[in-house]
C-alpha cells in the first residue's frame, strides 16, 4: 500500500539532546512537508522541500534542521536550541501544487 | 500571519442534525479549497475539496459551499453521526497554510 510511514511514533528528548523523526513515502511525491502540532494552534509549517537537495523555512524553522537526499524520505532532527519541543510531529506529501496533502500518522515528543 | 480563519474552534451537534464549520481566506489568487478530518492520534485526511469555478460540492454527506466574492467557504456535515467526531480543517490553495481547527462532537 502506498502512504507515508513516520517513525517513532512516540520520542522521549532529555535536555541538551538532539533527536531525528524520520518521515518515508512511497507515493513518488515530489514536495514533503514537516508541521508542528499543538493543542488549539492547527498546524504550523516547519520546513518543506520541493525537489531533492532543496528545502525552504516554514513559518516556524528556528530550532529544527531537515536533509533531503532521497526523494523518499524527509527526516526532522529537533535540535537542543528548540527550547519548547512538546508536540505532535506531523510529515505529509503531495505530488503537485493545489493537489492534497497526504499525512503520516505522526510523531509524539516528550521532554523527559 | 494566518492566511485562512476558522469557527468555530468547536462544535457539539446532536446525532442527525448538520454540523457547519466557516473558513474566510484573503489572498484571491487561492484556487483549490480542500478540507481535511483528523481523528485522535492520526494525522488529517482529506475530506473533500472544491476549486473556486463551482460554487458547490457534495460527496454523500459532506458538502463545501463556497463564496467567491466573500472569499469564504464552508463544509455542511448532513446527518452527523458519531463517528463524525473529529478535528476538521480547512486549507486553501497548496499554501502550506491551515485554519486553526473545528473539534466537532456528536452527541448520540
Known amino acids: 500500500d502506498g502512504g507515508i510511514t513516520q517513525s517513532p511514533k512516540y520520542l522521549f528528548r532529555k535536555e541538551g539532546q538532539n533527536v531525528t523523526l524520520s518521515c518515508e513515502q512511497n507515493l513518488n511525491h515530489d514536495a514533503m512537508y514537516w508541521y508542528r502540532q499543538d493543542p488549539g494552534q492547527g498546524l504550523r509549517l516547519i520546513y518543506y522541500s520541493q525537489i531533492v537537495n532543496d528545502f525552504q523555512k516554514g513559518d516556524i524553522a528556528e530550532g529544527y534542521s531537515v536533509s533531503r537526499e532521497k526523494k523518499e524520505s524527509f527526516p526532522l532532527t529537533v535540535t537542543s536550541a528548540q527550547k519548547n519541543p512538546t508536540a505532535f510531529y506531523l510529515c505529509a506529501s503531495s505530488s503537485l501544487e493545489d493537489q492534497p496533502q497526504h499525512f503520516g500518522d505522526g510523531t509524539r515528543l516528550s521532554i523527559l | 500571519q494566518q492566511q485562512v480563519k476558522q469557527s468555530p474552534q468547536s462544535l457539539i451537534v446532536q446525532k442527525g442534525g448538520i454540523s457547519i464549520i466557516n473558513c474566510a481566506y484573503e489572498n484571491t489568487a487561492f484556487d483549490y479549497f480542500p478540507w481535511y478530518q483528523q481523528f485522535p492520534g492520526k494525522g488529517p485526511a482529506l475530506l473533500i475539496a472544491?476549486?473556486?469555478?463551482?460554487s458547490e460540492k457534495k460527496e454523500g454527506r459532506f458538502t463545501i459551499s463556497f463564496n467567491k466574492s466573500a472569499k469564504q467557504f464552508s463544509l455542511h456535515i448532513m446527518d452527523s453521526q458519531p463517528g463524525d467526531s473529529a478535528t476538521y480543517f480547512c486549507a486553501a490553495d497548496n499554501d502550506m497554510r491551515f485554519g486553526a481547527g473545528t473539534r466537532l462532537t456528536v452527541k448520540p
Open positions: 472544491i476549486r473556486p469555478d463551482v
